[in-house]
């Protein structure tokens, strides 16, 4: 909505607050801003199967060899299908929920976190928030609980 028609909401119809949308393209940029990929490319496509997001203290370290190397077991143990759309994501900060599901669309999401407990997002039924493959390689006893909650996957993509 143009500048130039906001006196005449708040003139002419007495409207208080004129609220502007949102630029789709700002928030892209933000989000692009804060996330990266392997290859550092966006798709194009904005709908997918899964989206995997890595919030780490080391940006790239999701995409480094030995922890890639566990995450791709990981996916071949919960028998990801080879056709499945999958995102991987890395950010090394917090990021809203609400921001992401403003560019993508997706069936499910796992967060990989240090301290998974630590995310604050209301609890949903296609959302995984567990021990990154980087903190697993450092303590494998947390392992166990891992699976536990990635097993609500298996089979489903």
Known sequence: MSDFWTP??????GVQ????PENPELIEDEI???????TGHYPEIQSFDLIVVQVSKKMGSF?????SDLFEKMKTALKISENASVLELETDSEFKLDDLKKIFQFNWLIVFKENPDSWDCPAQANILITYSPEILLEKPELKRAAWSQLQK????I
């Open 8 to 13: 005449y909401f708040k003139d002419v119809l």
């Open 17 to 20: 607050y004129v609220q502007q």
């Open 32 to 38: 692009r801003h804060h996330f990266v990929t392997r």
């Open 63 to 67: 995409f480094s060899s030995e922890v």
């Open 153 to 156: 996957l298996l089979g489903k």
